[in-house]
Structures are given as structure tokens and as C-alpha cells.
């Protein structure tokens, strides 16, 4: 797996080269987007420790955030970006 450092590289570069401000923000929001569009198109509970591992977060409960704003907030805010992040 890639790890999530070497994905912030990868993210951070490309949003550079395209000239994109507040890029420390961008990247996390990347790193969240893709966590709900995982979630949103799981189907089985194994799938948040999938993305546990994925995120490598050190605790299931941390993950389970990402859960608790679907629930919570809805995810009507992420949804556009979400899904074109996981199709």
C-alpha cells in the first residue's frame, strides 16, 4: 500500500502545478473525500476496517469519524466530490 505521506506528495504536487491556493487545505479534504466515497459505496462492516488500514489510522475509532459526520451532517457537502474521487 501507499502510504499516506507519499500520497500528500503526490496530491500537494499536482494541485501545485495547477495553481491551486490554500493547497494544505485541498489535500485534506482529498484525504476526507475519498474516506466518505469509500464509506458511501461500502456494503459490508469489514469495509471501515479496509479503510482503517487504508487511512492508517493507529484506532477503528477514528475511522468510524468519518461514520459519524455521514450520520451526523449528512454528506450532501462532500457528495459530488466524494464520488468523482472513487469512480
Known amino acids: 500500500p501507499i502510504s499516506r505521506f507519499r500520497v500528500h506528495q503526490i496530491v500537494k504536487k499536482y494541485v501545485k502545478l495547477a495553481g491551486i491556493k490554500g493547497r494544505e487545505r485541498l489535500v485534506h479534504a482529498f484525504r476526507h473525500g475519498f ?8 456494503s459490508r462492516p469489514e469495509d471501515i476496517l ?4 487504508q487511512l492508517q489510522h493507529s484506532s477503528v475509532m477514528i475511522t468510524e469519524n468519518y461514520l459519524k459526520f455521514l450520520e451526523t451532517r449528512g454528506s450532501k457537502i462532500l457528495d459530488e466530490y466524494a464520488n468523482d474521487l472513487v469512480s
Open 35 to 42: 474516506a466518505i466515497g469509500y464509506l458511501k459505496k461500502s
Open 50 to 53: 479496509e479503510l482503517k488500514n
